[in-house]
């Protein structure tokens, strides 16, 4: 994969990821869980922010970006939900991790790309935190904590 396939690539996956991610905020919001609902959509607001800058970065490379995005499913049970941003966080970290030797020759990528990663890990850890909670106090007690304000 060439350093403009991959970096499309994310652009796609961003974008799939932010508009997947709104749509899950809007139906934890609606069934009351509004403070894991602002989580997800704060999730889905710096998905977003991350695939202009990456269809920034194509530009100021010389490349015009595509309208594409990555379908993601949309989950209603919280549990399921969380347990898909793991595994797809899980996997994501190493291939962005590999593929940070594509841009040895281009600091402005690379730089943007590690913090992407530590993004994407920061993400990770809350989604583990998140579903260890619920394992420990069970689903139930999980869902009442992510009521109200």
Not at 89 to 118: G, T
Request: charged share 30%.
């Amino acid at each position: 994969m060439t350093k403009i396939e991959f970096l499309q690539e994310l652009a796609k996956g961003w974008f799939g990821n932010s508009q997947q991610h709104s749509i899950q905020a809007e139906i934890l919001r609606q069934r009351g869980f509004t403070k894991l609902a602002d989580k997800i959509a704060a999730e889905s607001d710096e998905e977003w922010n991350e695939a202009k800058q990456v269809n920034a970065r194509l530009i100021e490379l010389g490349v015009t970006p595509k309208v594409e995005l990555v379908e993601y499913p949309v989950f209603t049970d919280v549990k399921e939900m969380l347990e898909y941003d793991c595994k797809d966080a899980a996997q994501a970290l190493p291939e962005m991790s590999k593929a940070l030797a594509l841009f040895a020759d281009d600091y402005v990528s690379s730089s943007m790309i590690q913090q992407f990663i530590v993004d994407e890990q920061d993400h990770f850890n809350w989604v583990r935190q998140h579903l260890t909670l619920m394992e420990e106090i069970g689903k139930e007690n999980y869902l009442i904590e992510q009521m109200g304000e």
